[in-house]
């Protein structure tokens, strides 16, 4: 058994409903509290929902498709439904798109959008073309607890979990904006927080987005949350798997990342070894190069030897440099850089270098925070290079 831990508002995250989290959030921003939002809910929390002014199966079927497939967030544009049901959907109901507050493009294409949430919570998503394709950065917090220190979300504090509705609405927020060069989205679940410290809205939002995203564009990343990844293997349905690694051995990952002392990687890689993969499918390792630090070709050579038996693929990312990280946060050089990634290689190894996106507007790697209020900033430095 691996242990739990808990997000900064876990009492947020877990064990509640979408619908009564989202009432938490319509008290919280002065809104109607009698108002439910439906945009977050499952097919069958829904129909749940909906069972006191709906009594016909067929009927909830035809709002999930309007909500979900048609796009509309008014129930006045539900035509097909009898106007009497369309008055009581609207007096007890909701269907909530974010704020967009601000919106920055940068020079390669890539958008940040900065959405207001009911209660004032702002959380940042970035829209990233490439060619026919196109990648949603998609947050799961409003903040990060995490202290992760190269994450200026983590420089900026905890902050609480997102409903289901508050993440499907992020996607659907990129979808009216379209990109007429593109077809169909990639989700990536690599913005703002911790995906497996929101388990159950994140679950219930993949739920929502699997019925039009097919599980191999959809990827979730995580620290190692190891309880989290136990349940993710656990779905049925899964998307796939990135785990935020960035260090070959315990000394330095407890460096950058706190977690590590509540997860080592011993554990991880056990957890990981047992965790059901498709055909093919491989579990994709982000790690962040940072000069000096983890950046050397003996790094290279530990990190093959920690992933050798698994089914694994690495993807380097020279970290992205951020006024509040500090001026050791710097990449390597970009033969280094190619050098790392020839290691691995020789060793065997999947490794790939992440293109830049978006540095330009603060939305690469890395770089997203909540603006709504002041960085708590790191309690104290845990670097010593």
């Not at 949603?136 to 289901?164: D, E, I, K, M, P």
């Not at 007429?180 to 913005?191: A, D, I, K, R, Y």
């Not at 564009?217 to 993710?232: C, F, H, W, Y």
């Amino acid at each position: 058994m691996v242990k739990r831990v808990e997000s900064s508002d876990d009492r947020v995250g877990n064990g509640s409903s979408s619908c009564e989290l989202r009432d938490d959030v319509a008290q919280q921003s002065g809104g109607d509290p009698r108002l439910i939002d439906l945009l977050g809910l499952t097919r069958s929390k829904l129909a749940e929902t909906l069972e006191p002014v709906v009594d016909r199966p067929f009927r909830v079927k035809q709002i999930y498709r309007a909500i979900h497939q048609r796009g509309l967030d008014s129930f006045a544009d539900m035509t097909d439904l009898p106007a009497s049901l369309r008055e009581q959907l609207s007096a007890r109901f909701s269907i909530s798109l974010p704020e967009v507050a601000t919106e920055h493009a940068a020079a390669d294409g890539t958008v940040k959008l900065l959405f207001r949430l009911e209660d004032g919570k702002t959380i940042e998503t970035v829209d990233i073309p490439d060619g026919e394709r196109r990648t949603v950065c998609v947050s799961s917090q409003a903040g990060c607890a995490l202290a992760c220190q190269f994450c200026v979300t983590g420089y900026w504090g905890a902050g609480r979990n997102l409903t289901a509705g508050e993440i499907v609405a992020q996607v659907r927020a990129i979808e009216r904006r379209p990109r007429p060069e593109t077809h169909g989205l990639n989700l990536v679940f690599m913005g703002m927080g911790e995906p497996l410290l929101n388990l159950d809205h994140v679950r219930d939002a993949l739920e929502i987005l699997l019925e039009d995203i097919s599980w191999r564009r959809i990827t979730v990343s995580t620290v190692g949350i190891l309880p989290g990844i136990e349940a993710m293997a656990s779905w049925p349905r899964r998307p796939q798997l990135a785990i935020s690694l960035h260090a070959p051995d315990d000394a330095r990952r407890s460096q950058l990342m706190p977690i590590n002392r509540t997860y080592p990687l011993a554990d991880l890689i056990d957890v990981l070894a047992r965790f059901p993969l498709a055909p093919k499918e491989k579990i994709t390792f982000e790690y962040i190069l940072i000069r000096d630090l983890n950046d050397a070709l003996e790094d290279a050579d530990m990190l093959a030897r920690l992933l050798g038996n698994l089914r694994a693929k690495v993807n380097l990312i020279p970290i992205n440099p951020d006024s509040v990280l500090g001026e050791r946060m710097v990449p390597p050089s970009r033969p280094a850089v190619n050098a790392f990634r020839d290691r691995l290689r020789e060793r065997g190894m999947v490794a790939t270098i992440r293109k830049q996106r978006g540095d330009d507007v603060s939305a690469a790697c890395g770089q997203l925070r909540a603006p709504d209020r002041a960085p708590r900033g790191f309690r104290r430095s845990n670097l010593n290079f």
